[in-house]
């Protein structure tokens, strides 16, 4: 059987590509570039959007690369149920496309925060978090300075009351979100934001806080298997 | 040649943590009497033709589309005088 192949999308600006590709690897799946300039997904059986600073922010986070040429393909095929994760500056790329409802605004304390962050995982009902049991809490990196998550309050209840809040920050709100949500899925479960990075947890030689990370990848892993 | 100004500020209802920290500043610059300030983005677009309705909505599609982000932020176009 040959490995499940996933995307890992590359911005002029983006910085946790290498760290995404290296967490697939060590999950036992191939990790495939994507550049933001080729209309072309390669075929891949998911795709990760990592973070970083892509078009330096410029505008806001994510407002510029929603209209790469790789993203005219991904929205469809995410839309048609190709399992996508976008992490930090991905998830705030998901939001502008709106492929997730809402927002990620500035932190309500203006500062950069980067420290290791507790998170509940509230929703296991998704292709990246079907290996967590609900209720789990594991530890992540954050850093960013613009994580704080915001939508209308219908979005916001309706968030709620479908179950599509799927990470909430504990011991602590680093930015502000509301609700302490700190990532969502999308109604159909097979698109997933999170300000945190499972890909910079994934191995204790490295100093990460824990291997955490790596459920996220072995869910998508299990996920394609399954399909 | 005309410019439309596009004037992009953040919902009333959503937190403007920038525009609070300026107005804390205010006070120990020796400014007084103000109550709030909110921070918003201004943007000069310089046209080829007449700044006619034709050209405003597109404008309009410009800042629905990219300049602003409408689940969080308000836009206001207009011609600059």
Sequence with gaps: MSAARVGVVTFPGTLDDQDAARAVRLA???????????????????????????????????????????????????????????????????CEAHLLPGALTRNASLHYVCRDQLVRVEQTATAWTNSFASGQEILLPVKHGEGRYVASDETLAALEAGGHVVFRYVGGNPNGSLND??????????????????????????????????????????NLVNT | MARVIVDVMLKPEILDPQGQAIARALPRLGFS?????????????????????????????????????????????????
């Design chain 1, 28 to 94: 036992g799946a191939q990790a495939v570039p994507l550049w933001h300039a080729d209309h072309d997904l390669k075929g891949v059986d998911a795709v990760f959007l990592p973070g970083g600073f892509s078009y330096g922010d410029y505008l806001r986070c994510g407002a510029i690369s929603r209209f790469a040429p790789l993203m005219d393909e991904l929205v469809p095929a995410a839309k048609a149920g190709l399992p996508v994760i976008g992490t930090c500056n991905g998830f705030q790329i998901l």
């Design chain 1, 181 to 222: 949500i700190a990532g969502i899925r999308n109604e159909a479960g097979n698109v997933v934001g999170l300000m945190p990075h499972p890909e910079h947890a994934v191995e204790e030689l490295v100093g990460a806080p824990s291997t955490d990370g790596l459920g996220f990848f072995t869910s998508i892993l299990k």
């Design chain 2, 33 to 81: 009497g103000v109550s709030a300030v909110r921070q918003g983005k201004r943007f000069e677009v310089e046209i080829e033709g007449p700044a006619d309705e034709a050209a405003l909505a597109e404008v309009r599609k410009m800042a629905e589309t990219l300049l602003a982000n409408t689940v969080i932020e308000d836009y206001d176009v207009r011609v600059e005088a």
